[in-house]
Nanobody
């Protein structure tokens, strides 16, 4: 069964760090782009970061320089490393798989979504 599943959320103080992980089934991981989305209360879901099988990445402007995205081929896992976290990063973070991204300005999510993991940044 093709699926993605994320983990690693939690509570952290402003300025702290968290790493999210997303395990994907082999067919999703090896051939499609993987993305991280987030949704804060009362706001639309937005793309935070994405990475293609070839390593092309895309980031939300507000997280550039603070977040990194990477892939571990041996583990079929995509990571979102979040540093210098701010209160405005508080949201439910979702892993997404199955996208096809060519490196341009537009990214369309794939059809595979994880259940979401809560990230709370507060003092």
């Amino acid at each position: 069964q093709e699926q993605v599943a994320e983990s690693g959320g939690g509570w952290v103080q402003p300025g702290g760090s968290l790493r999210l992980s997303c395990v994907a089934s082999g067919s999703i991981f090896s051939s499609t782009a993987m993305g991280w989305y987030r949704q804060a209360p009362g706001k639309q879901r937005e793309l935070v970061a994405a990475i293609t099988p070839g390593g092309t990445t895309k980031f939300l402007d507000s997280v550039k320089g603070r977040f990194t995205v990477s892939r571990d081929v041996a583990k079929n896992t995509v990571y979102l490393e979040m540093n210098s976290l701010k209160t405005e990063d508080t949201a439910i973070y979702y892993c997404n798989g199955g996208a096809h991204y060519n490196g341009g300005p537009y990214y369309t999510p794939g059809r595979f979504w994880g259940q979401g993991t809560q990230v709370t940044v507060s003092s």
